[in-house]
């Protein structure tokens, strides 16, 4: 396999965006200094504010040059109160995932200090679980339309799509991933009680893949009791697969359990090619400008991105670092706390200069 170039392609975005990611750029920055790690970063300033002012959202030649000269995109948020219809965003996020063929949407939940989860008598080994999503299919594809659209006889149609290609291709890199790194166990999530055709299909895979992993248990559960037992009883939970839309209200819920949406990160991978990294949230427009912003779910994005390069023992110096700052209530007033975007930043910086000299 060809060698994933280190190179980082920078993508700021729309609102708190340029803030969170530049705080987690400067940490990368950071570590690339202290452990000569060979990454390079080229900012790029798509999002609303070029759009307005050149009428271009993403570039023609940028999924082929992003795919030839890099290894790795790290973006911001898009999404603008100027653009009502959110052409850019569309565009963007959801056009680098389709384009670039990022199948994979993985989403780590871990607390990482008790006092962040609003469950009662929970604790760090109680969640600690990674969703993965399908990133690319699904309800998301936008196959449908309108009949006499605007009438009282108005008819939508949005069809979800399941590939028997798609859905494998997400169920074995779940048992792949957990063979990998220890895991023991994985959950695929459907509605294959009452969406009968997409997610028998995601049923049978799951049974036929998993039948190729036998050290690995499997547990089957309807989304709607998967939702209750997240909160019921999140430690029985290790790899979590499902489809595009189950995947994106599972994380935001999940979210929760370890502090809230300015936690948590996300990738979005096709493994061994250029890959995406960006926080769960969005752009939170009434922050932006003000250093309220959280910077943390950035910050453990570019986490994911030295895991992606093949540097995890790195990444996990900015966890470390980023569980101290908890600890030491240097947070934004999201966790209650009092220290603006840029302080949070400047300790996670701190922390890992003190405990870089300390390896
Ligand atoms: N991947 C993306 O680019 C992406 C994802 C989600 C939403 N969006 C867009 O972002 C815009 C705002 O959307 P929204 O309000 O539904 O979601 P949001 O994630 O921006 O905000 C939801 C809530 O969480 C808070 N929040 C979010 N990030 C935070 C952080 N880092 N620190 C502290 N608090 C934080 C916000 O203040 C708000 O109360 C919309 O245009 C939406 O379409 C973009």
Redo the contacts with the bound molecule.
Sequence with gaps: MHKLPRRVAVVP?????PE?VGESVSVLRTLNRIFSLDMEFVDFPWGAEHYLEFGETLPEDAVEMLNREFGAIF???????RVPD?VH?RD??LGLRRKLDLYVNQRPIKLLDQRLTPLKDKGKDDIDFVILRENTEGSYVGCGGWFKKGSADEIAIEESINTRKGVERIIRYAFSMARQYGYEKVTMADKSNAIRFGHDLWYRVFQEIGEEYPDIEMQHLYIDVLTAELIRAPEQFQIIVTCNLFGDILADLSAQLMG???LAASANLNPGKVSLF??????????AGRG???????ILSGQLLLGHFGLAEYGAIIEEAVRDSLQQGIT???LGGHST?QDVGAFIRKRIEELADEK
Excluded: C
């Excluded at 973006?75 to 109160?81: H, I, K, L, N, V």
């Excluded at 960006?278 to 922050?287: D, T």
């Excluded at 309220?292 to 950035?298: G, Y």
């Design positions: 975005g729309d609102g708190i965006g969170v973006m911001g948020a898009m999404g603008d109160p959110m965003a963007i996020v809230g949406l300015g960006e926080p769960v949230h969005g752009s939170a427009p009434k922050l309220l912003a959280d910077p943390v779910a950035a934004t007033p999201d975007t």
